[in-house]
Every structure is written in C-alpha cells, then in structure tokens.
C-alpha cells in the first residue's frame, strides 16, 4: 500500500475554515485507514496514510487449531470476543478445519462477553447471542465484570487480538481462573516500508502537525521503527514538544506513555471521537497574531488570515515560522536564510521567497522589511510581549 497525502477544502459548519484545513494529519492504522482518513479529509485536513502494520491472519497455524480442539473438547465457562475480524476470522478458521459446528455449539452454550457493538454484530451474525457487552469498548470494563462475579475455578477463553493481554490475563489468573488465549490474527510490520519511513521523516521535519494511532501494537511498531533507524530521540523529542498524539484510547497510548510522549485520547473510544478530539484540540495549539490590523493564525502548511485559509509555499511557511517565533522582533536576512530548506548560502533567496510569501497571505503589509537588517511580522501594540519591534 502506498502512503499518500490526500486534502478537502469544503467549508466547515458555517462557511468558514473548516477546523483543520491547513494541517497535516499523520494515519498509522492499517484497519478502517480509508474511514478515518476520509473523516479527518472532511475537516480540511491533508493527511499522510502509513499503515505500520499488516493483519496476519492464521488459518493454518498449529497453536490455533490445538486451541479450537482444546475448546470443543472440553468447553469452557466463559469466552471473551475481543474484535469482530478476529472472531469471524477465528470461525472461519474452524470452518476450514471441519469444526465450524462444533466450535459454534460450544460458544453457544457457554457466557459470551463481546467487547463492543462491532464484537456484538461479529457474534450475532454467526448465529449466536451475547451474554453482555460493555457501553464503553474497553477491556478493563470486561476486567471489572469479570472479577466482581468471581472467576475463581472457572475456564475463560479469550480470543487475542493481534498482541498478548498480559495485564488482562493476569488478572484473571490472579483471580483463579485458568485463561485460554486464543491467537487468531497476529500484527506484522508492512511487506513495503517506505510509506513508514516517509511518515517518520515529515513528523521528524515537523510536517505533521498531529499523529493518530489506533491500536497499541500500531504505536510500538512505529517506534521500533525509529529505533531501527537511529531516530527514536529524535522521534521522541518531535512527539513530546511539537507533534500531538491522539490515541483512540488509553490502551493505546501505553507504548507511547512510556516513553513520556504526552498523547490525547476520546472519552468514547471510536474514531469518530477520535477525530472530534483532533479537530478541536489541534486548531487550539495554534496562538492568534494581531498583525498590522489583521487576525493571523499560522498553522501547519498554510495561515489563516482574517477568516480566510491562505496556502503558503513550504518555503514561506519556514520564513513566516521564523518570524513567528518572536513576533515583532526583527529577524536578520541570515537567519532567516538558515531557516530556508536547502537554500544554499545566497541571501537573495531569502529575498525571492518572501515576495512569494507575501503574496499567498494577500496582505503584503503582514511583513515589514527593515532596511539592512532584515524583517518582522508587524505586529500590533497590543500583541506585543516586548519592549518595541526593534529591540536587539
């Protein structure tokens, strides 16, 4: 799958910019990539798809088979089903065996938890019916039911969904109960990694203004990814101070906490409110200017000036961010050549790329020129956290 960088320009609810028009928003799923994607378009947003990881399904593997003849042979007391592709798969996988009806009489004997509506669908469309379902989708809330009736001596299966349960299974054991782990899909890193390493490389260069994980192996991968490359620091420093970090929840977000990478995550854990949290939140990060009679807000591959999104060639985008930094103050001709990507050493591309700039902001008086010294974003009196524009 090739990663590419997709835009939507539509008007948000009441015309205006739409709240994430002019951000680049990083996806890392492999599953629903395309929906998420096309909510996160929706909002304005340009958004880079990498997905760090492919689904393995595992209808030959030994240990599943001996599992599902361990289950039919001896049933057990309570089966958990964690996602909806890995119980399907995990019947299907049955079928191919000859003990699809066999499997499906003993899950219908036994109490089924299903974590979640799309769980629940999994397992009614196979004929059978949930004993309970948690309104949250989480598995702690499946944890706490299952520890408040009491496991101890009883038989619970559940079925893994791409990565161990550790925390999980160990309580339960810890509670008495013997645990059977049913592995019917695994994560494996993306037969083509380019798409991975372009991801890292726009978030290491700040390019992406936030990144989106849905599942906690997704997260990890995508570090080890950096570490492969020498780049976990640099990964690490991005997603700590410049780069947000929305997790669809707080499972999720447990490779990367540990790390210390502050990350942001929905109360409803589904990418619908994965995207509202994105929406609202990244828009927030971004400090209104008061400059030269205009209301600028500098975001990540454009600006928003008086109501209106302003594209800026990347070029510009690192002069404006220059200037940014300390707005009103003057910023020398050389340092803003340094801030230009692969300038060289000849100033007058400084000169060249400001006139660019000030024509996408449509408002030239945006940036004063300070003869032979440089220039600063005019800010107004108000605006200012300094002396004067002029001070050294």
Same mark, same amino acid.
């Given at each position: 799958?090739?990663?590419?960088?997709?835009?939507?320009?539509?008007?948000?609810?009441?015309?205006?910019?739409?709240?994430?028009?002019? !951000?680049?928003?990083?996806?890392?799923?492999?599953?629903?990539?395309?929906?998420?994607?096309?909510?996160?378009?929706? %909002?304005?947003?340009?958004?880079?798809?990498?997905?760090?990881?492919?689904?393995?399904?595992?209808? @030959?593997?030994?240990?599943?088979?001996?599992?599902?003849?361990?289950?039919?042979?001896?049933?057990?007391?309570?089966?958990?089903?964690?996602?909806?592709? *890995? !119980?399907?798969?995990?019947?299907?996988?049955? @079928?191919?065996?000859?003990? /699809?009806?066999?499997?499906?009489?003993?899950?219908?004997?036994?109490?089924?938890?299903?974590?979640?509506?799309?769980?629940?669908?999994?397992?009614?469309?196979?004929?059978?019916?949930?004993?309970? +379902?948690?309104? #949250?989708?989480?598995?702690?809330?499946?944890?706490?039911?299952?520890?408040?009736?009491?496991?101890?001596?009883?038989?619970?299966?559940?079925?893994?969904? *791409?990565?161990?349960?550790?925390? !999980?299974?160990?309580? $339960?054991?810890?509670?008495?109960?013997?645990?059977?782990?049913?592995?019917?899909?695994?994560?494996?890193?993306?037969?083509?990694?380019?798409?991975?390493?372009?991801?890292?490389?726009?978030?290491? +260069?700040? #390019?992406? @203004?936030?990144? +989106?994980?849905? #599942?906690?192996?997704?997260?990890? #991968? !995508?570090?080890? %990814?950096?570490?492969?490359?020498?780049?976990?620091?640099?990964?690490?420093?991005?997603?700590?101070?410049?780069?947000?970090?929305?997790?669809?929840?707080?499972?999720?977000?447990?490779?990367?906490?540990?790390?210390?990478?502050?990350?942001?995550?929905?109360?409803?854990?589904?990418?619908?409110?994965?995207?509202?949290?994105?929406?609202?939140?990244?828009?927030?990060?971004?400090?209104?200017?008061?400059?030269?009679?205009?209301?600028?807000?500098?975001?990540?591959?454009?600006?928003?000036? @008086?109501?209106?999104?302003?594209?800026?060639?990347?070029?510009?985008?690192?002069?404006?961010?220059?200037?940014?930094?300390?707005? *009103?103050?003057?910023?020398?001709?050389?340092?803003?050549?340094?801030?230009?990507?692969?300038?060289?050493?000849?100033?007058?591309?400084?000169?060249?790329?400001?006139?660019?700039?000030?024509?996408?902001?449509?408002?030239?008086?945006?940036?004063?020129?300070?003869?032979? %010294?440089?220039?600063? $974003? +005019?800010?107004?009196?108000? /605006? %200012? /956290?300094?002396? *004067?524009?002029?001070?050294?």
């Amino acid at each position: 799958m090739q990663a590419q960088a997709t835009r939507n320009s539509d008007p948000g609810p009441g015309g205006g910019v739409p709240p994430l028009a002019g !951000f680049t928003v990083g996806v890392t799923a492999a599953r629903r990539a395309d929906e998420l994607a096309a909510l996160l378009e929706r %909002r304005g947003a340009v958004v880079l798809r990498a997905p760090v990881l492919r689904i393995v399904p595992l209808p @030959d593997d030994t240990e599943l088979l001996e599992t599902t003849r361990r289950l039919v042979a001896d049933a057990p007391d309570i089966v958990v089903a964690t996602t909806a592709i *890995g !119980f399907r798969g995990w019947i299907e996988a049955a @079928d191919g065996w000859g003990l /699809g009806e066999a499997l499906l009489r003993r899950l219908g004997a036994v109490e089924l938890l299903a974590r979640g509506p799309k769980v629940r669908g999994a397992v009614r469309a196979a004929g059978l019916r949930e004993a309970w +379902s948690p309104a #949250s989708e989480s598995m702690a809330e499946v944890l706490e039911r299952l520890l408040e009736q009491g496991v101890e001596g009883r038989t619970v299966a559940v079925q893994l969904h *791409g990565e161990p349960l550790p925390g !999980f299974i160990e309580s $339960l054991r810890a509670a008495g109960a013997t645990v059977v782990a049913v592995p019917v899909y695994r994560w494996m890193p993306p037969e083509d990694l380019g798409p991975v390493d372009r991801l890292l490389d726009a978030v290491l +260069s700040r #390019s992406v @203004d936030a990144l +989106s994980f849905t #599942s906690a192996p997704a997260a990890a #991968s !995508f570090l080890d %990814r950096a570490r492969q490359r020498g780049r976990c620091d640099a990964l690490l420093a991005a997603l700590r101070h410049d780069v947000m970090t929305a997790c669809v929840g707080p499972v999720t977000a447990l490779p990367l906490q540990g790390h210390d990478v502050p990350t942001r995550h929905p109360e409803r854990f589904r990418l619908g409110p994965l995207v509202q949290l994105i929406a609202s939140e990244l828009p927030g990060r971004v400090r209104p200017l008061p400059v030269a009679g205009h209301h600028v807000e500098i975001r990540g591959h454009a600006v928003v000036v @008086d109501g209106t999104l302003r594209p800026v060639p990347p070029a510009g985008m690192a002069l404006l961010r220059a200037l940014a930094r300390r707005p *009103g103050w003057v910023v020398a001709r050389g340092d803003l050549l340094r801030a230009l990507p692969g300038s060289g050493r000849d100033e007058h591309a400084v000169e060249t790329a400001m006139a660019r700039l000030r024509t996408a902001l449509g408002a030239p008086q945006l940036i004063q020129t300070v003869v032979k %010294r440089g220039y600063r $974003l +005019s800010l107004d009196s108000g /605006g %200012r /956290g300094h002396s *004067g524009p002029d001070t050294p």
